[in-house]
């Protein structure tokens, strides 16, 4: 607790203080002498010991706290061998024998003892007394008595008895039930986890000014080393006083490298001896090679002279498998290719120059970027170069020329990686521009697959050395893709895009595919584990492998040789184009040109406008007609008056019935409801102006082709059937249309052939629901559901019953089991015919209730 | 005429348990009878105790199991399979028989 300064502050004049003490000294007074006094003493007892407390302090009392009392005793227990009866003391052999002996003889024991043990027998029922067993014949007695098996009373034993001892010792030595049976089939585990990765350390560069790293190598033994080369590949631009050092990182690490490398250049390349695992070798920025060994320091051990040096850096640089270890390989972008011994480094065993015009001119060649060397193909090497060509060399063949046996071409820029398949060696990996490809080396035009077009640069690549479908590419923009063609072929199984701020440069995978370690732009190796998947062989995965290469390289050889043969047919035709060419010259004659040009234009524009009118033809607005019948003799008798007037050629007016003109407060209100058709007929109207408005102008429209419907509807007794069909002396519109069909048909009988054919109908509703009676109110709904509850009947033959409305595979509505009548003219599908298939069909209901809705369709 | 059945019997366990003990894989036989007192063996004595006693209470044990699920049941046989041997009881109204079989033989 802190200590709160109290201040109390008070002010007094001087001369308020008063007298000034003085003090002064005098001697010392006697004030009283008080001498002991025995008498007083005897009234004292001493006691002897006095029991005081001295402490000063708080008191306090005493609790005690304590949970519930167990009880527990520690016990020993004293096994004897007990059972016995009384008289029978255990430790005695004697007795004991005497005993056993006994029970031998008993009866019970002997019958016991011979069931239990014997072959089997087959169970008895229970049912009163049981005879013990099958002994010989001479069994008499008291057999009946009742030995093993007390079984309760009722119960019936069938099946066979397990219970006999020798059955069982037989049964365990017939078959061993805990035989392993399926031990050959090994536990397939189904990775089901999702791929996925993560970072496990990062290196970074030590040095201030931070140089990108260019590339990675593994330590050959046990892969607890990286070994990381930097240098800045800037031409010209590495800032002053940055080292050139190289690093050997052990991975447990990261805080500072192992063993630094120290070359005259910065190195762009460093790789461990296989065969040795203390010896590197590097290509360093200036064109030479450098070899170090990490027993000796770190200094170069060896380093190749200037003059037979390559002239640029060396970005690629592979040891070879040869007996002694010593050999290697450096290509660079000055367009050699150079085999070394680390022995000798004063110069080169071999050079090849990558030109593949096959003139060995340097000037042509290429520059080198990425080499590969497969050991188990050691004649051959495949070399990527910066114009994105790979080039694949025999390093055996006799004469320079023939080293360099073939070109694969297909991406737009450098090559950084090229690797081939460690499991199918034919198919190699190249990483360069926006993509990575594989190749097979069977298909030289192209590659057989290749992933899309990224947003950024590819800058290296390599396979999994565990799994055959699986590859790694990093990128510019820092992530990691991490491939897997057999599960996906578009895109990766697993892209890690935060793996580095920066760009990503280089990528090597450690032998057991499970650890990855790439490099970036600012010199940090990031160390990153795949999960289990990825680093495992899946079943089958190998034969996918294989299969997909076979297919796509088969694909690709498809479209190579389609290509060939319409490369040919081109040069066939170009060759047979100049023939004729030379042979006749064609008169440009322009006057033919245009006619001919003229000629074609107003083709087309008369299709095109044929097509229109049959367009328009077809869209044609169906009109709609209304016609009101005059009003009846039994109507007017009622006392009805007409309610539906024409207006004009287009309008009907209905009048409510219910008006009453003396009706003063609702005179001015509207009781008519007016409706708009495209012609309206009243009383007046006849057959025949009814026919001309609606019906003539379809039959020109028929005769070309197209189909025509009119539609009569109404309720029972409007006029549909007098309209349609009409009367002798009124005819309707089935005659007049029939005979200006016939008519027009013979008008064009010379160009067409014609067959008509006839069908009558009636379509009539089916039994309606009850809600569908009475008058109609929301009269739409209701006439759809009608249509669906419609049966039809053929009138021609109406004894077949209802027919089906079905619909043919061209979209035809056609009646099933419809009676055609073939017809040449209007006379002989004759107005009698027509009218006796009427009369069956019309019933004179009286009208008025929903359910009287019927209609005559005549296609 | 009774001495000369009751041998003849005896005679009959004898050959009973003979054959059991001579069969494929069987290490020992045994007989217990109600109290857990071994009346025949043939193994030694620590293990014949051992033995008795314990598969004396199992059987006892197990059989009451079975009656009590079913009151109508009774055990017939009762095995146990270790991974060394197999025991096998085969129980009586007053006496166990007891073979200790290795299977795997």
Known sequence: AGTMEIVYVYVKKRSEFGKQCNFSDRQAELNIDIPPSPQLAEQFVERNPVDTGIQCSTSMSEHEANTERFEMETRGVNHIEGGWPKDVNPLELEQTIRFRKKVEKDENYINAITQLGSVRLPRRQRSGPQPSLCFPTCMSGPSEKDTSWNLPSGSRQTGPPCTDQRHCIKQNNAIDIYQEYFDDEDAVEVMEEAPSAKTINVFRDPQEIKRPATHLSWHPDGNRKLAVAYACLNFQRAPEGMSNDSYIWDLENPNRPEIALKPSSPLVTLEYNPKDSHVLLGGCYNGQIACWDTRKGSLVAELSTIEFSHRDPVYGTIWLQSKTGTECCSASTDGQVMWWDIRKMSEPTEVVIMDITKKEQLENALGAISLEFEPTLPTKFMVGTEQGIVISCNRKAKTQAEKIVCTFSGHHGPIYALQRNPFYPKNFLTVGDWTARIWSEDSRESSIMWTKYHMAYLTDGAWSPVRPAVFFTTRMDGTLDIWDFVFKQCDPALSLKQVCDEALLCLRVQDNGCFIACGSQLGTATLLEVSQGLCTLQRNEKNMASSIFERETRREKILEARHRELRLKEKGKAEGRDDDLREEEPTLNLEELVTKAEEEFFDIIFRELKRREAEAVKKKPKPVALRVRPISVAELEEGATLIAHKVDEQMVVLMDPMEDPDDILRAHRSREKSYLFDVAFDFTATQEMVYQATTKSLIEGVISGYNATVFAYGPTGCGKTYTMLGTDHEPGIYVRTLNDLFRAIEETSNDMEYEVSMSYLEVRPAPTPAWTRGPLRAGTRRIQVQIYNEMIRDLLNPALGYLELREDSKGVIQVAGITEVSTINAKEASLEQLAGAVERSTHPSPGGDGRGLGRAARE | ?105
């Open chain 2, 1 to 105: 005429m009774v001495n000369c059945l009751s041998d003849l019997f005896q005679a009959e366990v004898e050959e009973t348990l003979k054959r059991i003990q001579s069969h494929k894989g069987v290490i020992g036989t045994m007989v217990v009878n109600a109290e857990g007192i071994p009346i025949r063996t043939t193994l030694d004595n620590s293990m014949t105790v051992q033995y008795a006693g314990l598969l004396h209470q199992l059987t006892m044990k197990a059989r009451s199991t079975v009656r009590d699920i079913d009151p109508q049941n009774d055990l017939t046989f009762l095995r146990i399979r270790s991974k060394k041997h197999e025991i096998m009881v085969a129980p009586d109204k007053e006496y166990l028989l007891i073979v200790i079989q290795n299977p795997c033989e």
